[in-house]
């Protein structure tokens, strides 16, 4: 089973800062999802990703293959972007048709104006 | 358009009783699933769906049964609650499988079994 390891747990930036999640998982993998899970616990995806980088505004994904690792970056970070980052996993070797996600634990950023 | 809707938002249960949680989307999505989300655990799934008729268990479907009768709901049922089961139950739906497509997650349901 893959293990899915966030960094850290619990993060709190000033507003404007530069803001880096890691997420490291153990076995090989088809893909990985971002999500963020609002205050009043609502998840949202923020991005799906094999490899490269992806872009949506503010925030930036990228992903290392080799190293088995990813991260979230989060530019001039703003008090609406506290939230719990959430990193998930699907195997490489799931069985066709398996819907098997692993869910990391979670990062809580905690932006101060 | 709604998105994934779940009914209700926080119930309390006594220990024994049973109830469906319910969730409904309107995007025409074919996989469907269920998670529970307890205190420093991650997401863990319980049921999902890949179509109507078709259902399979997940991580930690104990105590729990589903039905898709059609494309839109995927009711979550709790046959016989116990504390075991207090949590937050996310529905989820996507177009395709989770390698495939991002997920679209209601706003949850907070229960508690006393």
């Known amino acids: 089973k893959n293990e899915v390891e966030q960094s850290p747990q619990n993060l709190t930036a000033q507003e404007g800062e530069f803001i880096t999640i890691n997420c490291s998982y153990s076995?090989?993998?088809?893909?990985l999802h971002w999500l963020q899970q609002h205050p009043g616990g609502g998840i949202v995806s923020l991005f799906m990703l094999s490899s490269g980088k992806k872009k949506h505004g503010r925030l930036i994904a990228t992903i290392n293959i080799q190293e088995k690792h990813s991260s979230l970056h989060i530019t001039a970070s703003h008090p609406r972007d506290s939230a719990v980052y959430i990193c998930?996993?699907?195997?490489?070797?799931?069985?066709?048709?398996?819907?098997?996600?692993?869910f990391g634990k979670g990062t809580k950023l905690s932006v101060i104006p | 358009n709604a998105g994934v809707t779940q009914t209700p938002k926080f119930q309390v249960l006594k220990t024994g009783q049973s109830m469906t949680l319910q969730c409904a989307q309107d995007?025409?999505?074919?996989?469907m699933s269920w998670y529970r989300q307890d205190p420093g655990m991650g997401l863990r799934l319980i049921h999902y769906?890949?179509?109507?008729?078709?259902?399979d268990q997940g991580e930690v479907p104990n105590g729990y049964n589903v039905s898709r009768s059609t494309t839109e709901d995927f009711p979550l049922r709790l046959l016989s609650a116990a504390p075991s089961q207090t949590s937050v139950y996310f529905c989820?739906?996507?177009?395709?499988?989770?390698?495939?497509?991002?997920?679209?997650f209601g706003n949850g349901t907070r229960l508690t079994v006393t």
């Open positions: 998930a996993v699907r195997g490489a070797y799931s069985g066709a048709g398996s819907y098997q996600l692993t």
């Open positions: 989820a739906s996507s177009y395709d499988e989770p390698y495939l497509s991002p997920l679209h």
């Open positions: 769906s890949v179509g109507a008729g078709i259902t």
């Open positions: 076995v090989g993998i088809s893909a």
């Open positions: 995007m025409n999505h074919e996989y």
